[in-house]
């Protein structure tokens, strides 16, 4: 087990055990903070969030979101400007720590599986965050989620989704599904494109970040406790209109604009 989710910082070789090795300490108390933090978000979910305007939503999101990333010791770098009130954030995905990096820039109302509702913990914290369900087993669930989203934007709020479905390397942007860009047409609200990048001190596009394959959550939370110099970048890029859009042009142009903005593989 050990040697399996050091993996990523050395491998099973001598050297990468002395890294896990000294690693070790720095992630475990990155972990206890990681989890307290959420305790902490978890109570005040039921003390403090249900009193919260919107413009005290947004600040304690902001905060929370900031602080978790510092506590894994993740240094946030922001490029661009979000315009305020209600839009649709589009962003390339690459890891669970996407929705942590865009709530501390620009937060939003996330559209998730309806499973993540249930998990312990975070699942009350990421309903209380006003997230909306998808039930993927139901084919025509994506029109009610669509109006959902539609009925937000046009309430004021920003909802963020992640147009390709799942994640990639980082290294570039896979196919752009235009449906969930239809509610922004629908509302009608612009779209406010935003580019993520994950680097470390040795990686311009680092693999640390990365949830794809076969890797799990654990794994993953723990390549990134242990990591040393991590770093994301969220880039804003200008805001897109949707006056008189065609939803699958809107995603051939925002999966280029947001694929021209990443380092290509050689960089």
């Not at 070790?24 to 305007?53: I, T």
């Not at 865009?102 to 914290?125: D, H, M, Y």
Request: proline share 6%; no cysteine.
């Amino acid at each position: 087990m050990s040697a399996a989710l050091g993996g990523r910082q050395g491998g099973p070789g001598p050297t990468g055990l002395l890294q896990l090795m000294a690693a070790v300490p720095r992630a475990g108390w990155r972990l206890l903070r990681v989890l307290l933090h959420v305790l902490w978000a978890y109570g005040r979910s039921y003390l403090v969030w249900p009193r919260l305007d919107e413009q005290g939503w947004h600040d304690e999101t902001a905060r929370w979101s900031g602080q978790l990333l510092t506590i894994l010791g993740i240094e946030l770098t922001v490029q661009g400007q979000a315009r305020p009130g209600a839009k649709l954030v589009v962003a390339n995905h690459v890891s669970w720590l996407d929705i942590v990096a865009i709530n501390a820039v620009v937060p939003s109302r996330f559209v998730s599986k309806a499973e993540v509702g249930q998990w312990p913990l975070v699942g009350r914290l990421v309903t209380a965050a006003g997230t909306l369900y998808l039930v993927r087993e139901r084919r025509r669930d994506a029109m009610r989620v669509l109006g959902m989203m539609s009925k937000a934007m046009r309430e004021g709020h920003t909802v963020a989704v992640f147009p390709e479905g799942t994640t990639g390397d980082g290294h570039g942007v896979m196919h752009f599904h235009a449906n969930l860009l239809q509610a922004a047409i629908d509302a009608p609200a612009p779209i406010q494109p935003v580019v993520l990048r994950y680097s470390d001190p040795e990686h311009a596009v680092s693999p640390i970040a990365a949830y794809v394959g076969d890797t799990t959550l654990l794994q993953s939370l723990w390549w990134v406790a242990t990591a040393k110099g991590l770093r994301v970048h969220a880039h804003i890029l200008p805001l897109q209109s949707v006056a008189h859009a065609d939803r699958r042009a809107l995603a051939d142009l925002l999966q280029a604009q947001i694929a021209d903005s990443l380092p290509s593989r050689n960089h």
